[in-house]
């Protein structure tokens, strides 16, 4: 299985940015897909999860992430509104198994990553 993330960059303060992150080499419906991000000296933390028609979200982020499927292009989506500073990090996705009834934010429930992209917000 492959992860493949993509659409960070560097945007001000208020503006959006959509990552993408696409899923290859398994049946994508087989797989809960997350998102996670890590801020310079910070511990990787949770952001959103999409999975078996739920979704889920950190706190933080709430009424301003949205996390979609696109089962088509086996992809899903972390559509970023009203950016925040404190939003810069690494943005990481992540695939677990649909049966994992394990916590969303537990890291060690998913067992494949992609590299990482870089999100920039500017004040």
């Known amino acids: 299985i492959q992860l493949q993330a993509s659409g960070g960059g560097l945007v001000q303060a208020g503006g959006s940015l959509t990552l993408s992150c696409t899923l290859s080499g398994r049946t994508f419906s087989d797989y809960g897909l997350a998102w996670f991000r890590q801020a310079p000296g910070k511990e990787r933390e949770f952001v959103a999860v999409n999975s078996r028609g739920d979704t889920d979200y950190a706190d933080s982020v709430k009424g301003r992430f949205t996390i979609s499927r696109d089962s088509a292009k086996n992809t899903v989506l972390l559509q970023m509104n009203s950016l925040k500073p404190e939003d810069t990090a690494v943005y990481y996705c992540?695939?677990?198994?649909?049966?994992?009834?394990?916590?969303?934010?537990?890291?060690?429930?998913?067992?494949?990553w992609g590299q990482g992209t870089q999100v920039t917000v500017s004040s």
């Open positions: 992540a695939a677990r198994s649909i049966y994992s009834f394990r916590p969303v934010g537990d890291m060690t429930a998913y067992g494949y």
